[in-house]
């Protein structure tokens, strides 16, 4: 059996509120349903590479700003 | 983009997964009712036997047109749901044929199938929804 995969933590909800930007105007601007942004929000969802490297797009560019692994110092 | 409606792509009103369900329901009744009262024979038998492939074919590529259209978590939810179905069906039906050779069941009818399909899909649909809300 392989390695186990980290949990991975993000600022998804933190950095939505700081452009005060409903879910569902992330979701247009991702491209992808509300249902989806409030589920990598809540953490039950892991998004795929590509979504995230265009989540960080929308908010910083750099992917380590919204996404970091748990128990990671960041 | 996604906009949490069943059919992402525009498309005509009829090119829908539900619509095309319905076709294909249609299409199952109509050739139950012509082989039962009119009793065709010959070829006409054998087209009123497979009326309901055509709009169950319209009904799978409507289907995997959708599938095209939805984001990644919803991918993931059909995926979920579809192998819950399939999954599911091969155990009930290991149990109804194993009920069959014990007597319990005296006839099980195949036919039947895709309706429990169709309803663990929908089970499987609302489950896997309700894990990513």
Redo the contacts between chains.
């Keep these: 059996m392989g390695p186990a995969a980290l949990p991975v933590r993000n600022r998804l909800r933190v950095l939505r509120a700081e452009r005060g930007w409903s879910q569902a105007e992330l979701?247009?601007r991702l491209?992808?349903?509300?249902?989806?942004v409030?589920?990598i929000e809540t953490e039950?969802?892991d998004?795929?590479l590509p979504?995230a490297f265009r989540i960080a797009e929308v908010f910083t560019g750099r992917i380590e700003d919204v996404f970091t692994p748990n128990g990671s110092v960041g | 983009m996604s906009d949490g409606s069943i059919c992402k792509v525009s498309a005509p009103w009829y090119v829908h997964p539900y619509f095309a369900a319905l076709l294909s329901a249609g299409g199952v009744i109509l050739s139950s009712l012509i082989l039962k009262h009119a009793q065709p024979a010959g070829a006409l038998r054998v087209a009123a036997g497979l009326l309901a492939v055509p709009p169950s074919a319209f009904m799978v590529w409507t289907f995997v047109r959708w599938i095209r259209g939805l984001d990644e978590l919803e991918h993931r939810i059909v995926f979920q749901a579809v192998s819950f179905a399939f999954v599911t069906a091969i155990v009930a039906m290991i149990g109804m044929e194993g009920l069959q050779k014990a007597g319990v069941l005296t006839k099980v009818g195949w036919e039947s199938a895709w309706e429990g399909m169709v309803f663990l899909y929908v089970a499987g649909y609302a489950w896997a929804r309700r894990r990513y809300r």
Aim: hydrophobic share 35%; no cysteine; net charge positive.
């Design positions: 979701a247009a491209g992808v349903s509300r249902q989806t409030n589920a039950k969802y998004p795929s979504l």
